[in-house]
């Protein structure tokens, strides 16, 4: 069974631009999140979907959002960047109800790079 | 306030030698505890999970972590350390329903002496 896919996996951006990434969960799951990781803030939660329906969303700015489709399918987008931005993304998927005792299977990421 | 330290960020030891990376926690609820290991520019692989039940967790790789409630503690283990072992190593927990929301500590990267 193939893992959690995302794509791309490098990006360079300036700042101002927006930006879009995606997340394809492992075949079956339905629960998608994702995460903000940095070297000075370290894993941080930004929000999770399930069913096309945002569930849950860590203390991030209103230009972090994202959707998920009907195929369980995740992205999300970063407007108006900003240097601070630069971070790696990571996107995890569980099997159902997306709860901390379902597993989470985490993605390779997409590293951004903010210029 | 919910939160996870791993007090160690740099843990170098010698091939062969055993292995204890520290992490305690802070959390409200009942908490579901997991270690994941994060190898240069890949993702996150989960090494073993305590949601319940016996304290001490077997997981891959030949790791393992005892649950300790009283120190509020989920130390990661390994009897004897590989080359391979060297990565970074995250401490997570959340709770039943907590969505996805894992919290996670800022990391110990452990590096392997031959």
């Known amino acids: 069974k193939a893992g959690v896919t995302q794509t791309p996996r490098y990006l360079i951006k300036t700042r101002g631009q927006q930006v879009t990434l995606s997340c394809s969960p492992i075949?079956?799951?339905?629960?998608v999140s994702w995460y903000q990781q940095t070297p000075g803030q370290g894993l941080q939660f930004l929000f999770e979907y399930f069913s096309e329906t945002q569930r849950n969303k860590g203390n991030f700015p209103g230009r972090f959002s994202g959707r998920q489709f009907s195929n369980s399918r995740s992205e999300m987008n970063v407007s108006t960047l900003e240097l601070g931005d630069s971070a790696l993304y990571l996107c995890a998927s569980s099997f159902t109800l997306g709860g901390a005792e379902e597993t989470q299977y985490f993605g390779p990421g997409t590293r951004l790079l903010v210029l | 306030a919910q939160s996870v330290t791993q007090p160690d960020i740099h843990i170098t030891v010698s091939e062969g030698a055993s292995l204890e990376l520290r992490c305690n926690y802070s959390?409200?609820?009942?908490?579901?505890l997991f270690w994941y290991v994060q190898s240069p520019g890949q993702g996150l692989q989960l090494l073993l999970k305590?949601?319940?039940?016996?304290?001490l967790v077997q997981g891959i790789k030949g790791f393992e972590a005892e649950f300790k409630r009283s120190q509020s503690s989920f130390n990661l283990r390994k009897p004897s350390v590989h080359w391979s072992d060297a990565a970074e190593y995250f401490c997570a927990v959340g709770g039943r329903g907590s969505q996805g929301n894992l919290i996670f500590g800022k990391g110990t990267k452990l590096s392997v002496k031959p």
């Open positions: 305590y949601f319940s039940g016996d304290t």
């Open positions: 959390y409200g609820a009942t908490p579901y």
């Open positions: 075949s079956g799951h339905r629960s």
